[in-house]
């Protein structure tokens, strides 16, 4: 129960803090002072203060979109296992509900951009769906090959498991889904080098041109509910190469969390080092990602 | 009364249904609303015979010797025909309730009449189709259901439009037939009565040439790639209530006749399944990625039926597999799944259809690209057109994601979890499954987006207006019934797993549907995300009755004039996936001719023709059209060369018969 | 006696209709004299002492089935013809009406000969009456579709009569008498000199193959058909046809009772799905609708050739598409030949649209064509669907698949053809003709579809027996 | 006896021949004729008592084949006032020559069929298969209607000669059955033939070839 709790607090309070931590990663590879870690909890609480200004072109579902996204990726994050710890809601099928979740925002959130009938937010929106259409396939066979694994299809099993499971065969396995999922992480949470988030008006943009035209408590919604969304998947690549399992609590939500913010650096030392890949050349990232967890999966069931 | 009687009464009544309108004068609503009435009495009457069915300890059956001199005159009730019964029940009473309002009589005087007329013979003979128990019965249905369907699509045969793509789906449906009297043909030969029931023997000889022959004559039908050609065309140019019933309920006889044929079949040589898994993967990546492509509102939902049959022909595979390893659990999950699916389509195919025909009513036109910002006039429809959009694109909360769900678990499950036997290659199938899912989102985001959200390409859309209520009331029925699936699929378990345990009755088992998959989480969950969205939008509200609002045009980032026409337009927010599968879509593209500094007007074509149709079937089409003429030498007129040929056949017979004579 | 009524009354008629001088009445002739041998029919085949006057005169049941078919048609046509002669007044139909009557006598003494000899001066003689039925137009084009017909048919009919005499002498074996009665030669069966009795078999299959329309020795049927007046097509397509199948199934008969049934069912399933293969091919692209349903009737009979090549299985069917084949030709050719008449014309280029112009002959010849290519619920399904069933479960599964593709070929072919005639709207630019479907002309055109498709639902016990005898007769199991 | 038979078989076929040979229609209706008259007295040689059909039956053939029909004929060609079948398909010689090789093909034939030997020394089948072949090149290779019409006849006439091996075979009235269905044919045929010469002016049978694909 107690466990439930601070799964819950984590889910909710803790996204906005790896936001943070990234971007002082970058600014300090940056050579740069920038913003305090706790600054994305500061832009929220603003956005959230501002009044609206809607274009006259949208409807209900320009709204309806954040909403939406914020809601599916809280209910996802209940889904998946922090740490060691099992995740709240776990039944069999679960992972196939996790991956549809994020569907659901999807429809959301490019029905939305395409709401406003700019063309900025269709090209964002249409490159959205179009990665998606890689990312997913490569998702669901890194869950075939940890459902092959823990031969389980419950989330927390199969990615607690993972580690269990662990045996030279198995090795090559992991290492290539943990690569693609990493990739996916990237490209669903639109970080670099599929997409960049400190720009706003790059017609190179994904995710964010899509928001171009949310402002106020809208884009406080979207920048909280993707900030969750990166924790969420996060959790699942961390869970998958986490074979730490004390057995104290507290020791083991310390570790978890210093896990998480440990990911953040990682993905911020990628953002300092890497540049973003031109638009053409995304797919072939995700093809290779798609790769990488097809074959992970054919090593371990050939 | 027994059940069987019932349905038949009630398919007589569907069947009748359209009658009363012919003998009105042609421009008479009143005949129209007593067909309607007609129609509504006989769905009822078959509704509570199902429900009858269920409290019979055995199927209900009439098994009479008949007035020709092949078959009899058998039909039964069996949970698997129950399935196709409640659909067959359902959609075409609400077309014909939305058709009050879409297909005036009173508007359509020319053709109102006969398009009533079909309609009816199409249902009935639907529902003969799924009880016939007896090869030439069901031969008989099932040709009367084909014409049907192709006079009530072509009633507006005054468009060659329509006039061809009735012609493709005739010679298609021919083409099925005659395959289909190959296999009735073969299967009297193996069990020696054309009777559809288990054969006595426990095995049929030339089972597998049965076999493949029933996927590729109801392939057709049911319109498993390649075999789809008809389907496209015929779906967009028929009545959309037509379309509705022949995209909901029509595609699935094909279904239901290689459920048959399969479950009658004794022994399953492990290579079907695969064929079907495989079969049913390509039908729908292919199937979907064509949808994605095209701009005809109609041409698209047919697609995304092609798709969608894709979905539950994997289900069906999976399910012989399950057979032929002796494992319940795949069969369970698979057809399971596929006949969930079999509904849900039923009912969010006929929805959309039902709504692309209030849209068409509305604006006039089918090509999604001069639409847009129609959700404004049409805030209702829009809504309804969301609903069926979410659940098509099998999106939880809604209906879609209960039937691939379980089509999902039985898919992992081949991966031999917790120490059973594993069969690797089918598992390939779900990452196809999933990139099937996503594609159907954006498929539909681009379907929903483009002509409801933004705003209008053209004019079109300045009169248009919401449809009446005759219109509204079904299409509001179906997404309840949608969305009440989604949220409890449990409440609807039973039938289907009644339906699995006959299809594969030897196999059957103690372990149940509910016992497999929770269904609750996904309820509770299902509700949770809906109270979840209250509270952010409560909250959104409350925010917004809190702040100073201003409403202001959509950013232009610093573009002067933009227009409306510069809207990203359906085909280009798909363009990169159209891309993508080049492979399989080959587009049309014209070249972009934007030259130079100042480049003159230039202009820039797109589309995504259907690859079996237009570019393979029809060129051979053509071929024959050109070279079999030349035979016609041989008729040139001349009486001497024909008194030649008499002589030249009278020495080649003599030669013939001398082969075999030895002397 | 019976039997010289049914053959004689028909030709005394004839004579009292070359006597009567009216245009006008002498039409009225035809549907009483039609009715009368419809009833006459009707008494033999209840009572069957009546079947049998002589050893040369036997109404067998294979007999039955031809004449009781050829009968109903002859006297729909007959109320059509009245329509139609009243329509086409300005020419004398003196010819016309006495060749139609004593074409009925001709074909009944067909079906009741049991003479191989006589048969055959039978068939020649409907040859010889319905020459000026084909020429009733007297336009150049008729004179030139007659001369074709007598001609070709001449030749045909001739290789028949020294088949025939073939047949004689094959019985001539060990000191015995030649013979050409049908009970002898087929009490000799196993004696019959092998060589000549294939010679023969071979030369009445051309010879009588050309009266049915078999390919290659079809080719004076599409003109023939095409210059006719439509109730004459379908009295060919649906009668004549029909009497020389039966001849020809006689030789099959004999070529059973002497063992070489192998033979004959070798040659008669090539024939057949010859002839279908090439009616498939000539209607492809067919842009005129009359000489399309030649080529159909060239199908069909090659159809009810591969049946009996089939034979065992198939026969019950195929003796049943004779009576269906003849009934749904019936409804075409005379939709047809009222769609010609309202539309002046029966090439595709310029008819369209004749649901809209005519109504019920439109929508007829539409029902016709799913008919006759095997549509379910018409009777013709039933048949076709029955010498399939027959091919596969005697396993000549080889023939069936070609059976089945040639099939798909004629729809093709052919709803090309009648959907560019029915559908679409009628060309502006066409002048209004006087024809309206009239009673006299449709009913009957009806008549022909409504019992098409009667059969394909119900055919009454009494009928299936009939059917089923047949069928056992052609093998002697009778 | 027989030697008069072979005889007269012999002179039929040396008339089959000449057939091919003359271009003058005329004579050749007078060959046919001829040639019908022949055939007629054959049965009367053939059988030591003669019985009463058998003779109404010969003398009804000899009647029609040598008096009416060729009456019939010349009648026809004086109205279509032609003499001469002029390009025949196939030149005269070749045609003769093609008609020497039928026969000879007939001969050889004939001799592995027959079935008795009393058949075998006669060359009744000989012949009548000749005769028959001839009439299809006479039918296929000339143009004027009326010279097929006569190949029509000699192909009736070879299947005659065939009919002398089976008299019992054949009642009298379906032997006068088929005289009266040879009358009648011919009658129309040259109804038509007449009609062919007033609408086409000419007896030229390849312009009846408008009907065609």
Same mark, same amino acid.
């Given at each position: 129960m107690i466990d439930n709790l601070i799964h819950a607090a984590l889910l909710l309070f803790l996204p906005p803090l790896l936001l943070g931590v990234i971007n002082k990663t970058k600014s300090w590879f940056g050579g740069r002072n920038g913003p305090r870690a706790l600054q994305p909890y500061y832009d929220i609480a603003k956005l959230l203060r501002k009044g609206f200004v809607l274009?006259? #072109? #949208? #409807?209900w579902i320009f709204r309806f979109g954040p909403a939406v996204t914020l809601a599916t990726v809280i209910l996802a994050g209940f889904l998946i296992p922090f740490g060691r710890f099992d995740a709240p809601v776990a039944f069999t099928g679960d992972l196939i509900l996790f991956a549809y979740l994020f569907g659901l925002a999807r429809f959301f959130t490019t029905a939305a951009a395409l709401d406003t009938g700019s063309a900025f937010e269709g090209m964002g929106a249409a490159r959205e769906a179009t990665f998606a259409v890689l990312s997913e396939p490569a998702l669901f066979f890194a869950f075939l090959t940890l459902a092959k694994l823990s031969g389980s299809l419950t989330l927390t099993k199969m990615l607690h498991s993972s580690m269990e499971a662990f045996s030279p065969e198995t090795a090559a396995p992991l290492v290539l889904i943990v690569l693609g999922l990493f990739v996916v992480l990237l490209a669903e949470t639109c970080r670099i080098p599929v997409d960049d988030p400190n720009t706003h008006l790059e017609l190179t943009m994904i995710h964010e041109v899509m928001v171009l035209d949310h402002g106020g408590p809208l884009l406080g919604i979207i920048l909280y509910a993707s900030s969750i969304k990166m924790f969420v998947l996060g959790a699942v690549v961390i869970n998958v190469i986490s074979p730490f399992n004390t057995g104290s609590t507290a020791i083991d939500w310390a570790v978890f969390v210093s896990q998480m913010l440990a990911l953040a650096v990682v993905i911020g030392v990628l953002e300092s080092i890497m540049a973003r890949l031109r638009m053409r050349r995304v797919p072939y990232l995700l093809v290779s990602a798609l790769l990488l967890c097809g074959s992970g999966f054919l090593l371990l069931v050939r | 009364m027994s059940s069987i009687v019932l349905v038949l009464i009630a398919i007589g009544v569907l069947a009748a249904g359209g009658i009363p309108a012919c003998l009105q004068s042609s421009r008479s609503s009143a005949g129209q609303k007593i067909s309607t009435a007609l129609t509504i009495i006989g769905g009822g009457t078959g509704l509570y015979a199902l429900v009858l069915s269920f409290g019979e300890s055995t199927h209900a059956t009439i098994s009479e010797p008949w007035f020709l001199p092949f078959g009899r005159f058998a039909v039964a009730i069996d949970p698997l025909s129950v399935v196709f019964l409640a659909l067959v029940f359902v959609v075409p009473v609400l077309g014909s309730i939305y058709g009050l309002g879409y297909w005036k009589q009173a508007e359509h005087p020319k053709n109102g009449q006969k398009l009533g007329f079909f309609y009816g013979l199409l249902a009935g003979s639907m529902g003969l189709v799924s009880i016939a128990r007896d090869g030439v019965l069901f031969l008989i249905a099932w040709e009367i259901m084909a014409l049907a369907a192709f006079f009530a699509a072509t009633v507006e045969e005054e468009n060659p439009e329509v006039r061809y793509a009735g012609w493709v789906y005739l010679i298609a449906t021919h083409i099925g037939t005659l395959c289909l009297f190959a296999m009735f043909a073969l299967w009297e030969r193996g069990t020696g009565s054309f009777a559809l029931e288990a054969a006595v023997s426990g095995t049929v000889p030339a089972a597998g040439a049965i076999f493949v022959l029933a996927v590729i004559g109801f392939g057709f039908k049911a319109g498993l790639m390649p075999l789809h050609v008809w389907l496209p065309g015929a779906h967009a140019n028929a009545p959309s209530h037509v379309s509705a019933v022949m995209s909901g309920v029509m595609l699935k006889m094909g279904i239901y006749g290689i459920l048959r044929m399969t479950s009658l079949l004794p022994v399953t040589a492990p290579w079907w399944g695969g064929t079907l898994l495989a079969v049913g993967a390509i039908t729908g990546l292919a199937g979907i990625a064509f949808a994605i492509g095209q701009t005809d509102l109609k041409r698209l939902l047919a697609y995304s039926s092609i798709e969608n049959i894709g979905v539950i022909t994997m289900g069906i595979g999976l399910a012989l597999l399950g057979r032929g390893a002796g494992r319940w659990e795949w069969i369970l999950l698979g057809l399971g799944g596929a006949l969930f699916h079999v509904w849900n389509h039923g009912l969010f195919k006929s929805l959309l259809f039902l709504n692309s025909g209030s849209i068409i009513h509305a604006? @006039?036109?089918?090509? &999604?690209?001069? /639409? @847009?910002? /129609?959700s404004k006039k049409l805030p209702t429809t829009a809504a309804l057109f969301l609903i069926g959009a979410v659940a098509i694109s099998a999106l939880p909360p809604l209906n879609g994601f209960a039937s691939e769900w379980l089509l999902y678990l039985g898919l992992f499950d081949t991966l031999g979890l917790d120490g059973k036997t594993a069969l690797g290659g089918a598992a390939i199938a779900v990452p196809a499954l999933a990139m099937i899912g996503a594609l159907a989102v954006a498929c539909f985001v681009k379907l929903f987006a483009t002509v409801f959200?933004?705003?209008?390409?053209?004019?079109? &859309?300045?009169h248009a207006h919401e449809s009446g209520p005759a219109m509204l009331f079904p299409m509001i029925f179906l997404a309840g019934v949608c969305a009440t699936i989604g949220f409890f699929p449990s409440l609807v378990l039973l039938p289907i797993e009644n339906a699995v345990r006959v299809w594969a009755a030897p196999l059957s088992?103690?372990?149940t549907l509910g016992s497999l998959v929770s269904f609750n989480w996904v309820s509770t969950l299902g509700i949770v995300l809906v109270i979840m969205l209250g509270l952010i939008f409560t909250l959104l509200r409350f925010l917004a009755a809190t702040r100073s609002n201003r409403a202001h045009g959509t950013w232009d980032c610093g573009y002067a004039r933009p227009t409306n026409r510069m809207q990203y337009t359906g085909t280009s927010f798909v363009q990169s996936i159209v891309d993508l599968f080049f492979f399989i879509l080959w587009p049309k593209r014209g070249k972009?001719? =934007?030259? @130079? =500094?100042?480049?003159?007007r230039a202009e820039f074509k797109t589309s995504v023709p259907d690859a079996v149709l237009d570019r393979l079937a029809l060129p051979v089409f053509k071929l024959a059209e050109r070279y079999a003429p030349n035979i016609r030498f041989f008729q040139q007129g001349q009486t001497h060369f024909y008194i030649l040929y008499v002589f030249i056949i009278t020495i080649v017979l003599l030669g013939i018969g001398a082969m075999g004579v030895n002397p | 006696m019976m039997a010289y009524l049914l053959i004689l009354l028909p030709l005394a008629a004839a004579a009292l209709a070359l006597a009567i001088p009216s245009n006008r009445l002498r039409p009225w002739l035809l549907p009483p004299i039609a009715a009368t041998h419809t009833v006459l029919l009707g008494i033999v085949l209840a009572r069957p002492e009546l079947a049998k006057v002589s050893e040369e005169l036997v109404l067998d049941p294979m007999g039955k089935v031809v004449l009781a078919s050829i009968s109903v048609l002859f006297l729909l046509c007959s109320f059509y013809s009245v329509g139609y002669l009243k329509y086409r007044d300005e020419r004398s139909n003196r010819v016309f009406v006495a060749c139609l009557l004593a074409f009925l006598g001709l074909i009944s003494l067909v079906a009741w000969s049991h003479h191989l000899g006589l048969m055959w001066v039978a068939i020649e003689g409907t040859t010889l009456v319905s020459a000026p039925l084909i020429y009733f137009k007297h336009s150049k084009l008729s004179i030139e579709a007659t001369w074709k017909y007598l001609l070709v048919g001449s030749v045909g009919i001739a290789l028949a009569l020294l088949g025939t005499f073939f047949l004689a002498y094959s019985s001539m074996r060990n000191g015995m008498e030649a013979t050409l009665a049908l009970s002898d030669l087929l009490a000799r069966g196993p004696s019959l000199s092998k060589r000549w009795l294939h010679a023969s078999f071979i030369l009445l299959l051309v010879g009588y193959g050309t009266k049915m329309g078999l390919?290659?020795?079809?080719?004076?049927k599409p003109d023939a058909y095409g210059e006719a007046p439509g109730v004459v097509g379908a009295i060919l397509a649906g009668g004549v046809t029909s009497g020389a199948f039966l001849a020809l199934t006689r030789a099959y008969q004999i070529c059973v009772a002497s063992g070489e049934g192998a033979f004959s069912s070798r040659l008669l399933m090539f024939m057949g799905l010859f002839s279908i293969a090439v009616a498939g091919l000539f209607m492809i692209g067919q842009k005129d609708f009359k000489r399309m349903l030649a080529y159909s009737s060239v199908e069909h009979m090659g159809i009810l050739a591969l049946g009996l090549g089939i034979g065992g299985p198939a026969l019950f069917a195929t003796v049943l598409h004779v009576v269906t084949n003849s009934m749904t030709k019936g409804a075409l050719f005379l939709s047809a030949g009222n769609i010609h008449r309202s539309f002046a014309s029966k090439n595709t280029d310029t008819v369209s649209g004749a649901i809209r112009r005519l109504p019920l002959s439109g929508s007829i010849f539409l029902a016709g064509f799913l008919a006759i290519t095997g549509s379910p619920p018409f009777g013709p399904f039933i048949s076709e669907f029955g010498i399939l069933n027959g091919a596969f479960s005697s396993g000549h599964f080889l023939a069936a698949g070609l059976f089945l593709f040639f099939l798909l070929v004629v729809f093709i072919g052919m709803g090309r053809t009648v959907l560019k005639v029915t559908q679409g709207e009628v060309p502006e630019n066409l002048a209004e003709t006087s024809y309206k479907d009239d009673f006299l002309m449709a009913a009957p055109t009806l008549a022909f579809l409504l019992i098409a498709l009667i059969l394909g639902l119900y055919i009454p016990e009494p009928a299936r027996q009939l059917l089923a005898d047949a069928a056992a007769l052609l093998e002697n199991r009778l | 006896m027989i030697h008069v038979l072979n005889a007269l078989l012999v002179i039929v076929l040396v008339m089959n021949l000449f057939t091919l040979g003359t271009s003058r229609i005329l004579s050749v209706i007078r060959i046919v004729g001829t040639q019908g008259a022949v055939i007629g007295i054959i049965p009367l040689l053939m059988h030591e008592h003669l019985t009463i059909p058998s003779v109404v039956a010969s003398a009804a053939a000899i009647i029609l084949k040598s008096i009416v029909i060729p009456n019939i004929m010349v009648k026809a060609l004086r109205d279509a006032e032609i003499k001469r079948e002029i390009e025949p398909l196939i030149g005269f010689l070749p045609s003769i020559l093609l008609g020497a090789a039928a026969t000879a093909v007939s001969l050889l034939i004939s001799n592995r069929m027959a079935m008795t030997e009393a058949h075998a020394a006669t060359l009744i089948i000989a012949t009548a298969i000749a005769t028959v072949f001839i009439g299809f090149i006479i039918l296929t290779t000339r143009v004027k209607a009326l010279s097929q019409v006569l190949g029509y006849l000699m192909l009736e006439n070879g299947i005659y000669i065939f009919s002398l091996l089976l008299v019992e075979a054949i009642p009298l009235v379906v032997e006068m059955g088929m005289l009266l269905d040879l009358f009648v044919s011919i009658f129309v045929i040259s109804i038509i033939t007449n009609h062919i010469n007033q609408a086409f002016a000419s007896m030229d049978t390849r312009n009846l070839s408008s009907l065609k694909e």
């Open positions: 274009s006259d #072109t #949208t #409807t | 604006v @006039g036109t089918r090509n &999604i690209e001069e /639409l @847009g910002g /129609l959200l933004g705003a209008s390409r053209s004019e079109r &859309i300045e088992q103690q372990t972009d001719t =934007v030259r @130079g =500094v100042f480049p003159e | 390919a290659p020795m079809h080719t004076w | -």
